[in-house]
């Protein structure tokens, strides 16, 4: 009797086991209507197509403005222009784009293959843009939608010349970066800062570590990482993250007026988030692991 009531445990042990594995393993299904995207180096990458027929994948870039596409798809190629008009398909949006084009030897086709398209965040101008991180989608909110959402902090996008930006701060070492950062879904790390950080600010040089971007070039370009205290964009806050400086000529960007940073998608990771490109704001729930 008692090895038939431990065989009945055990059944009922293994039965809720397989239960809860499958259940764990079952793949997520995405809202109807959304467009499923791919994590590739923490960048988000569409399935499309071009003009109708070339199937693709597109890099979606919120810190570029336009199309950039392989020169291999250039129609016009004995009296070549500097631009062409190109009809982009994702899901169910298309536009007709100005696009410029990508040598076959450019960094980008480097890194993303050259079947990959640059697109910026002038495709989905004037729609509500949800972005899905954890369940790799990207959505289109009606404004009835996005009015009905809570739980979400809510920035001001400023438009600079086509790039978005919004406040935020960094605090190292004590020491409080401030201002207005480049919000660049292009960009796979955290944050990104000018070389200059050390000695406008102050800060301890043993502090910085080296590393090599191994996610992106070929070359595994030198780069400097230094450990952030806190990040705090609006009321969104992440601590202990580190941040990206380099002399390396892809990475290094020169002090400005109009930002201090670059934010990354390993930033936006740790969100939901929405893109309003109606209203411009942004709009950032963290995730709950």
């Known amino acids: 009797m008692i090895k038939y009531f431990s065989f009945i445990l055990l059944f009922l042990y293994s039965t809720w086991l ?7 393993t079952l793949p997520v299904k995405i809202p109807e209507g959304a467009v499923p995207v791919k994590s590739f180096k923490n960048n988000i990458i569409f399935q499309a197509r071009i003009n109708d027929s070339i199937p693709i994948k597109a890099l979606f870039d919120i810190g570029a403005w336009g ?16 631009y062409e008009q190109i009809r982009l398909e994702v899901g ?7 696009a410029t084009f990508l040598l076959a030897d450019s960094q980008f086709l480097n890194w993303y293959g050259d079947d990959c398209v640059l697109l910026g965040w002038d495709f989905f101008n004037r729609r509500i843009i949800e972005v899905s991180y954890n ?32 406040d ?27 070389q200059n950080i ?5 800060l301890n040089a043993k502090l910085v570590k080296s590393g090599k971007a191994k996610n992106l070039d070929s070359d595994k370009s030198k780069i400097n990482l230094i450990m952030a205290d806190t990040i705090r964009v609006g009321n969104s806050i992440l601590t202990r993250k580190d941040i990206i400086f380099s002399n390396s ?21 740790n ?11 942004l709009y950032l729930k963290p995730i709950e692991n």
């Open 135 to 166: 369940y790799h989608y990207v959505k289109e909110l009606t404004r009835r939608e996005l009015n009905e959402i809570s739980g979400y902090d809510v920035l001001k996008i400023e438009n600079r010349g086509r790039r978005l930006l919004v």
């Open 92 to 98: 169910s949006w298309t536009k007709t784009m100005f």
């Open 249 to 269: 000529e892809w990475f290094v960007f020169k002090e400005n007026n109009i930002y201090v940073g670059l934010i990354g998608n390993q930033f936006f990771k």
């Open 168 to 194: 935020g701060e960094v605090i190292i070492d004590g020491q409080k970066i401030a201002g207005k950062y480049w919000l660049d879904t292009g960009l796979n790390g955290t944050m990104f800062l000018a």
């Open 67 to 82: 199309l950039a596409v392989p020169e291999k798809w250039r129609k016009n190629k004995d009296k070549p222009e500097k």
């Open 198 to 202: 050390l000695s406008k600010y102050g």
């Open 271 to 281: 969100f939901s988030v929405i893109f309003d490109f109606q209203e411009n704001n």
């Open 18 to 24: 397989c239960a809860t594995v499958q259940a764990d």
